[in-house]
């Protein structure tokens, strides 16, 4: 678990034992106080603990760059769940259409004529790039929406 969400876990805690209160009738919504709490985690975050001297340049270090140090790996988590979510949602329907060309028609048939050209081509281009049903299915996923995608391949 990253150290920003332990704190937003710790903050979270805290809220919910009564620890920290929150007063206001604009808070009466759960969504406003999430937008709360992710703020006040954010400024938490940017606090300084201290500076370092590098060529007479200060350096600010705080809890925020410690947590730039697992950054990577947690947006490397985040590429993974998607593509794995992705790939669950349309394998399933890769058994019932599994031609390749009339998925590609169908994906082709759908887009919408307002989009600007180049995107369009670009998007053309890809598709006709992929070499099974799963990855046009995916491909067609994320240019498309899931609207769009569950209209089409339903």
Aim: net charge neutral.
């Amino acid at each position: 678990m990253a150290p920003s969400q332990r704190l937003a876990i710790g903050v979270w805690i805290l809220w919910s034992q009564q620890k920290i209160q929150m007063d206001g009738s604009v808070l009466a919504s759960q969504w406003l106080r999430a937008v709360v709490v992710g703020i006040s985690v954010k400024s938490l975050l940017h606090i300084n603990l201290f500076n370092v001297t590098v060529n007479s340049q200060p350096f600010p270090i705080g809890v925020e760059t410690l947590t730039q140090f697992f950054e990577p790996t947690l947006l490397q988590n985040i590429l993974f769940d998607e593509f794995n979510s992705v790939r669950d949602f349309v394998s399933p329907l890769a058994v019932r259409y599994p031609d390749l060309q009339a998925v590609r028609q169908s994906i082709l048939q759908n887009i919408p004529s307002t989009l600007p050209t180049q995107e369009v081509g670009a998007f053309k281009d890809e598709l006709t790039k992929a070499v099974d049903v799963v990855e046009a299915l995916e491909k067609g996923f994320r240019f498309l929406g899931q609207s769009s995608f569950r209209r089409i391949f339903p």
